[in-house]
T-cell receptor
């Protein structure tokens, strides 16, 4: 059974205060690791795909990195509009459709 | 371009009633997913369709749940009879070719409350 653990559960930041979210995973043959953002009352929105250890992806103030056991989502100089729940998901090499999601980290950025 | 459209957005029903949730995927997408989200279990895959054919329904909780995709532009998830433990947000998502890139397009969800 794939396991995805995200920490912390909640993160409160001041605007401009950079921080990182963690996603640790246990999966038999990782095919890919994915980050999504979910706003209240909305469906998850895709952010990044990471396929191999050492890979990095960036989008505006977000940067995702991957190691063999975990992934980090770095938020640099966050703004209030970065407030959301960030979800991490993994996919097995043997399966090209199933994503196993973590419980998410809820980020609140205060102005 | 319109995204994934789900209806109803909110449904409140009594235990034992039938519930039907509807989904219109993005035009041109050949993969459709139904997910359920709860505080306790997070996001769980219920069923996956590819080219309108159910490929994996192992996540469907029990026989009270059924899903259909009669054509490329419409899918339903039915719960009969509904129970309080079915209360959750149900998401439909669509994509090109499964989840090979990890990019699924989710609808805004249907929040179900069973009293």
């Amino acid at each position: 059974e794939d396991q995805v653990t995200q920490s912390p559960e909640a993160l409160r930041l001041q605007e401009g205060e950079s921080s990182s979210l963690n996603c640790s995973y246990t999966v038999s043959g990782l095919r890919g690791l994915f980050w999504y953002r979910q706003d209240p009352g909305k469906g998850p929105e895709f952010l990044f795909t990471l396929y191999s250890a050492g890979e990095e992806k960036e989008k505006e103030r977000l940067k995702a990195t991957l190691t063999k056991k975990e992934s980090f989502l770095h938020i640099t100089a966050p703004k209030p509009e970065d407030s959301a729940t960030y979800l991490c998901a993994v996919q097995r090499r043997s399966n090209d459709y199933k994503l196993s999601f973590g419980a998410g980290t809820t980020v609140t950025v205060r102005a | 371009d319109a995204g994934v459209i789900q209806s109803p957005r909110h449904e409140v029903t009594e235990m034992g009633q039938e519930v039907t949730l509807r989904c219109k995927p993005i035009s041109g997408h050949n993969s459709l997913f139904w997910y359920r989200q709860t505080m306790m279990r997070g996001l769980e895959l219920l069923i996956y369709f590819n080219n309108n054919v159910p490929i994996d329904d192992s996540g469907m909780p029990e026989d009270r749940f059924s899903a259909k995709m009669p054509n490329a532009s419409f899918s339903t998830l039915k719960i009969q009879p509904s129970e309080p433990r079915d209360s959750a947000v149900y998401f439909c998502a669509s994509s090109l070719q499964g989840a090979q890139t990890g990019e699924l397009f989710f609808g805004e969800g249907s929040r179900l409350t069973v009293l």
